[in-house]
Every structure is written in structure tokens, then in C-alpha cells.
């Protein structure tokens, strides 16, 4: 800065480049832009430089959370750890019980499937991903996690909580994704009904609390209370997650659907901690000898989740 | 009317705006969040016209497209918007005092939300009512203790 320049003489009444047109040429780039991004797939490479580059500000964004966390990891007292570690090692038995008898379980699923011919199934790799930040958009539900395409993650794959479905990864950065929450209104997960099997589709419908089971005929067997898991047909999310709970089911007459509503499993606005779920290794030795297609789901179809 | 403006409190303030327009808000209160960068653009577009102006502008807002998921463009758009309407009338609300200051901001930036909204709509969004509209009104409540910093900050730093 020059010392004096605050001394010379200005004109007040200054003009600039005329800002007019700037704003037009400005406004045909968004058009295009818009057009493009909209319609065509040509851009998800350059948001994707892009989010990279923001990806500082994420981690910004979150530093006041995690400066807290860190805060009462400082003064939690000697008592209250071991109390933690006591009830944390009472839990632990606990679910080794569980896994012990469900590794039996499986081990028996197995051989039963082995029986029929059909393919194996196989544990899920999973990798354990933390929400760095939810959409700004009050009407999109969306949150940001901090694992991105580094850690392989794509498109498509399925995001759980230690309850039950969350979504899915929509669009990923080099360090970040966002997730699509199954509440958002452009969202549908395939389930089905866990009693008797029956098959429908769930509707996000912009209520975190509230999913919409459709297309259910007024005769069909379903309950209050009915757990409803993912089926695994679409070929996007793994069979057999628990996805929501039948809560409130109205019969109108003259209308040949019911309208049910159904209770999200996942805590979709509170869980912190997530897990994002591999699709199982392209099977490249398939197990059945003659080819009894049992719907083992996974390799079959594709689409109709989003 | 600063005759001296600093630009590292140009870049913190651009980068703080964005911090702030993803996070730092009690969750139930999300739609009455202020439109941070809108009112950075707006600030420095009615300090320094013939540094800070509607390209500028338009690629702030291509940064919060990216951040806020929008398709890329509508943000971008909105905020050049912005920039062009301070730009054709800064010379008249350098005049005005704080008061009627903080109605431009309202209506500079609800011009601003009615424009990302008609746009989100016509690319499929679905969500009716006035809603929309609260940031603009935050925006112009929080426009004088903006301003009065980034004026303070300005005088030491440029």
C-alpha cells in the first residue's frame, strides 16, 4: 500500500466495467452448466476435483466437534473408565455368546444352501466410516462421511449403522462421500416383509421418522409391528438388513392400496459412526454345477434403488 | 467506502463463510441459518466495486454448489446475482443508513433464495412454501455486526 494514496483526489461517482455484461455471459455459462450437469454425467469428474480441494473446509466444519470429544476424553475420571471398561467387557461377552451361536447358524445356513445348490453366502466386508457433516440443504438428506474414493469406495455402495440401513454412497471425493439418507424423497429401498416374505418397495419421503411402504394391496398379510428387511432384489443393498418397522397402517376404503407408514431401524439423524458396506468379489468360480437359479440376489439386475 | 481493503481477510473470510455454511448450526434450526457467503459477496462487492465483482462472485458460488451438493451452476448463478445487483446500486446504499441497509440485504438476498429455489424446482426438487425464504431474513439481521467487523478487521489489517 502507498502511504498518500488514501490523499489523492477520487472521483466519487467511479464506474467500473459495466457489470451487465459480465452478468449475461455469466448466466449462458450457468445455463450450460446447468444443462450439463443435470442431464449428462460429463461433470461428476470436475465436482469431484472440487470436492477434493474442499475438502479442508469439511474437516474445518468438523474440528468443533471433534475439539470437544477430545475435551471430555481429557477429563473423564479414572472411575468412570473403568466403569466403561467394566460394562464394555459385560457387553462383549455378551455378543460373543450371540456370535458363537450365529456362526453355528451360519454354518448350518450354509450346508442348508449347500443342499439346495445355491451359491454360499459369504460375510460382508464393511469399513468403518465417520459423518464429517450433513447436507446444508434443509431439504435433502445427505450426510458427508470421511472415507472416499482412497479408501475404494464407489457409488452405489450400501451405508448401515449398528441398527440397520442408513443409504447409499451417492458421489465420492478422493476423502470424502456424501450418503444419501433412505429418508430422502428421491429415495427407494426394496424390501421385504420378514414374517412371510412379501415384497415392496419403501419410499423416503423428506420425514426422518416416517418411510412409505407402496403399492400394498388392501388384502395383503401385514402388520403393525411387521420388520420389514432389505431384499436385495436391485442388486444395490445386501439382503437381509434390517431397513424399518410397520407403524401405522390405514385401509381406505374405495382405494386399492393401503397406505402404510413405516418406522426407520436406523437412527438417521443421530449415528456418528457408520459402516459402509463392500459388494461381495465377483464370483469368478460359481458354485452351482447345474444352474438352479435360487435368488441369491447380489449378481443379478441392476438399478431400481435410486 | 474503505480506500484500503486486505486481501488475506478477503481469502479468511471466503473460507470461514464456508465453513460456517456447512456446519456450526444447532440441527432444528437449519433453515434460519444466514446465507454466510451471500453476505461476504455482499460485503465485499459494496467495499471494493472495481476489485470484487460478478465473475468472482459466480465462482464463490460454484464452491458452495460443490458443498452443498446443488447441480453445479444454480448457486453459482444466484451469487452473480447478487454481485450484479450491489454493483448497480453500491454508490446509493453506501448512503444509506444501517437500517435500510439491512432491508437491501433482505431483499438482495431473498432475490438470491427465490433464484436457487425457482431453479432447484425446476430441476425436480419438491418442497413448496415460503421456507425458503428465512435465510434472507437471518442474512439481514446478522448484515451490521458483519459488516462492523469485517470493517474493523479491514482498517487494521489493509
Same mark, same amino acid.
Given at each position: 500500500?502507498?502511504?498518500?494514496?488514501?490523499?489523492t483526489?477520487k472521483?466519487?461517482? /467511479?464506474?467500473?466495467p459495466?457489470?451487465?455484461?459480465?452478468?449475461?455471459?455469466?448466466?449462458l455459462?450457468?445455463a450450460?452448466?446447468?444443462?450439463?450437469? &443435470?442431464?449428462f @454425467?460429463?461433470?461428476?469428474?470436475v465436482?469431484?476435483?472440487?470436492?477434493?480441494?474442499?475438502?479442508?473446509v469439511?474437516?474445518l466444519?468438523n474440528?468443533?466437534?471433534?475439539?470437544?470429544?477430545?475435551?471430555?476424553?481429557?477429563?473423564v475420571s479414572?472411575?468412570?473408565?473403568e466403569?466403561?471398561? *467394566?460394562?464394555?467387557?459385560t457387553?462383549?461377552?455378551?455378543? @460373543?455368546?450371540?456370535?458363537?451361536k450365529?456362526?453355528?447358524? &451360519?454354518?448350518? +445356513? #450354509?450346508e442348508?444352501r449347500?443342499?439346495?445348490?445355491?451359491? @454360499?453366502?459369504?460375510?460382508?466386508?464393511?469399513?468403518?466410516? *465417520?459423518?464429517v457433516?450433513?447436507s446444508p440443504d434443509?431439504f435433502?438428506h445427505?450426510?458427508?462421511? +470421511?472415507k472416499?474414493? +482412497?479408501? #475404494?469406495?464407489?457409488?452405489g455402495? &450400501?451405508?448401515?449403522d449398528s441398527q $440397520?440401513?442408513?443409504?447409499?454412497v451417492i458421489n465420492t471425493?478422493?476423502?470424502?462421500?456424501r450418503v444419501?439418507l433412505?429418508s430422502?424423497?428421491?429415495? &427407494?429401498?426394496p424390501?421385504?416383509?420378514v414374517?412371510?416374505?412379501l415384497?415392496?418397495?419403501?419410499?423416503?419421503n423428506?420425514?426422518?421418522e416416517?418411510?412409505?411402504?407402496?403399492?400394498v394391496?388392501?388384502?395383503?398379510?401385514?402388520?403393525?409391528?411387521?420388520m420389514? /428387511?432389505?431384499?436385495?432384489l436391485?442388486?444395490?443393498?445386501?439382503?437381509?438388513?434390517?431397513?424399518? *418397522?410397520?407403524? #401405522?397402517?390405514?385401509?381406505?376404503?374405495?382405494e386399492?392400496?393401503m397406505?402404510?407408514?413405516?418406522?426407520?431401524?436406523a437412527r438417521?439423524?443421530?449415528?456418528?459412526?457408520?459402516l459402509v458396506?463392500?459388494?461381495?468379489?465377483? +464370483?469368478?468360480?460359481?458354485?452351482?454345477e *447345474?444352474? /438352479?437359479?435360487? @435368488?441369491?440376489?447380489?449378481?443379478?439386475g441392476? $438399478?431400481g434403488?435410486d | 467506502?474503505?480506500?484500503?481493503? =486486505?486481501?488475506?481477510?478477503?481469502?479468511?473470510?471466503?473460507?470461514?463463510?464456508?465453513?460456517?455454511?456447512? =456446519?456450526?448450526?444447532?440441527?432444528? %434450526?437449519?433453515e434460519f441459518r444466514?446465507? %454466510?457467503?451471500?453476505l461476504?459477496?455482499?460485503?465485499w462487492?459494496?467495499r471494493?466495486?472495481?476489485?470484487?465483482?460478478?465473475?468472482?462472485a %459466480?465462482?464463490?458460488?460454484?464452491?458452495?454448489?460443490?458443498?452443498?451438493?446443488?447441480t453445479?451452476g444454480?448457486n453459482?448463478v444466484?451469487?452473480?446475482?447478487?454481485a450484479?445487483?450491489?454493483?448497480?446500486?453500491h454508490?446509493?446504499?453506501?448512503m444509506?443508513?444501517?437500517?435500510?441497509?439491512?432491508l437491501?440485504?433482505?431483499l438482495?438476498l431473498?432475490i438470491?433464495?427465490?433464484?436457487?429455489?425457482?431453479?432447484?424446482?425446476?430441476?425436480g426438487a419438491?418442497?413448496?412454501?415460503?421456507a425458503?425464504? %428465512?435465510?434472507?431474513?437471518?442474512?439481514a439481521i446478522?448484515w451490521?455486526?458483519v459488516?462492523?467487523?469485517f470493517?474493523?478487521?479491514?482498517?487494521k489489517l489493509?
Amino acid at each position: 500500500m502507498i502511504p498518500w494514496e488514501g490523499l489523492t483526489i477520487k472521483t466519487i461517482f /467511479v464506474q467500473g466495467p459495466v457489470p451487465g455484461f459480465r452478468l449475461i455471459l455469466v448466466m449462458l455459462v450457468s445455463a450450460a452448466l446447468i444443462a450439463a450437469d &443435470a442431464r449428462f @454425467e460429463q461433470l461428476a469428474s470436475v465436482r469431484s476435483t472440487l470436492a477434493t480441494g474442499l475438502a479442508p473446509v469439511h474437516w474445518l466444519g468438523n474440528a468443533p466437534y471433534r475439539f470437544s470429544d477430545w475435551v471430555a476424553d481429557l477429563f473423564v475420571s479414572r472411575g468412570d473408565l473403568e466403569e466403561q471398561n *467394566e460394562e464394555l467387557k459385560t457387553r462383549l461377552l455378551i455378543l @460373543e455368546r450371540r456370535a458363537l451361536k450365529y456362526a453355528a447358524l &451360519a454354518a448350518e +445356513n #450354509n450346508e442348508l444352501r449347500r443342499l439346495l445348490n445355491s451359491s @454360499e453366502s459369504v460375510d460382508d466386508r464393511v469399513i468403518i466410516a *465417520e459423518v464429517v457433516g450433513v447436507s446444508p440443504d434443509p431439504f435433502s438428506h445427505e450426510v458427508i462421511i +470421511n472415507k472416499g474414493a +482412497n479408501d #475404494n469406495l464407489r457409488p452405489g455402495q &450400501a451405508v448401515l449403522d449398528s441398527q $440397520g440401513l442408513m443409504g447409499q454412497v451417492i458421489n465420492t471425493s478422493q476423502f470424502t462421500s456424501r450418503v444419501l439418507l433412505i429418508s430422502d424423497s428421491s429415495h &427407494a429401498v426394496p424390501v421385504e416383509v420378514v414374517r412371510n416374505g412379501l415384497r415392496y418397495i419403501l419410499l423416503g419421503n423428506g420425514d426422518r421418522e416416517q418411510l412409505e411402504l407402496i403399492h400394498v394391496p388392501d388384502t395383503a398379510d401385514i402388520r403393525e409391528g411387521d420388520m420389514l /428387511v432389505s431384499s436385495g432384489l436391485g442388486g444395490r443393498f445386501p439382503r437381509g438388513y434390517p431397513v424399518a *418397522e410397520v407403524s #401405522n397402517i390405514v385401509k381406505e376404503p374405495g382405494e386399492s392400496f393401503m397406505s402404510i407408514q413405516a418406522t426407520p431401524k436406523a437412527r438417521l439423524n443421530q449415528s456418528r459412526l457408520l459402516l459402509v458396506v463392500f459388494p461381495p468379489q465377483e +464370483n469368478v468360480d460359481p458354485v452351482p454345477e *447345474e444352474s /438352479v437359479e435360487a @435368488e441369491s440376489a447380489n449378481n443379478d439386475g441392476s $438399478g431400481g434403488a435410486d | 467506502m474503505l480506500s484500503v481493503i =486486505s486481501y488475506p481477510l478477503f481469502a479468511i473470510s471466503v473460507i470461514l463463510a464456508l465453513v460456517l455454511s456447512i =456446519s456450526l448450526f444447532p440441527v432444528g %434450526w437449519f433453515e434460519f441459518r444466514p446465507e %454466510w457467503l451471500g453476505l461476504v459477496v455482499f460485503y465485499w462487492t459494496l467495499r471494493a466495486p472495481a476489485q470484487f465483482g460478478v465473475v468472482l462472485a %459466480w465462482c464463490l458460488g460454484l464452491l458452495l454448489d460443490v458443498l452443498e451438493a446443488t447441480t453445479l451452476g444454480v448457486n453459482a448463478v444466484s451469487m452473480a446475482v447478487i454481485a450484479f445487483l450491489v454493483l448497480a446500486m453500491h454508490q446509493r446504499l453506501r448512503m444509506y443508513p444501517v437500517a435500510q441497509q439491512c432491508l437491501v440485504v433482505f431483499l438482495v438476498l431473498g432475490i438470491n433464495q427465490m433464484l436457487v429455489h425457482f431453479l432447484k424446482q425446476f430441476l425436480g426438487a419438491d418442497s413448496p412454501g415460503f421456507a425458503y425464504l %428465512w435465510p434472507a431474513l437471518t442474512s439481514a439481521i446478522a448484515w451490521p455486526f458483519v459488516a462492523a467487523a469485517f470493517d474493523n478487521l479491514n482498517r487494521k489489517l489493509g
